[in-house]
């Protein structure tokens, strides 16, 4: 009986050693995937370069605040030809260590030159713009003016729910809400 139990046992352990030298390898492809095929599959929102050239123009800095990790979110900007456009990029560890979103913004509002949490209300407005719960939340814990877009991932009444500051249905909605914001 204690044999089978110590067999049991190790085999149970032995099973967690897997898992956890599986982990990152299966991240490791994941990233490769994405990184080397599913980053060229993506495509921009319609309008979205000429929304940032707008905002670049009227002297807004930007800041990507995203879970990728660092070196993929700025290869993705550099795809998309908007490199030049972001002052700041707040991702998630290279190392695929799970960040959350509040302190991804908190890094990129750091990397802008802001002390997160920002005073509600502050001029000029910082806003948080996303399509997820996870962007309304960390931009609210951060200070930001939250603004969700409904052209994103968010599943149905998920913005509902974790009701943002503003919502826009389209991109010159979000350009005339961010300059009124200015």
Known sequence: SSSNSNSNSNSSDSSNSNNTNTRP????????????????????H????????ALVADGVRLALATAK????????LEHFGIADR???VGAAS?????RP???IVADALTQLGYRPPLARGSRPAVAMV??????VHGGRVNGCTTVAVEWGF??????????????????AELLALLRRLG
């Open 69 to 76: 990790p660092h070196e993929q979110a700025c290869t993705t």
């Open 94 to 98: 290279a190392d695929g260590a799970t």
């Open 130 to 135: 996303g399509d997820r719960l996870h962007d």
């Open 25 to 44: 390898i299966v991240l490791d492809c994941r990233n490769s995937y994405e990184s080397e095929v599913g980053l060229f599959e993506a495509t921009l």
């Open 154 to 171: 968010a599943q149905p009444g998920e913005l509902d729910a974790h009701a943002p500051d503003h919502r826009v249905a389209d991109v």
């Open 86 to 88: 972001f002052s700041a």
């Open 101 to 103: 979103k509040q302190v």
């Open 46 to 53: 319609p309008g979205i370069v000429p929304l940032l050239d």
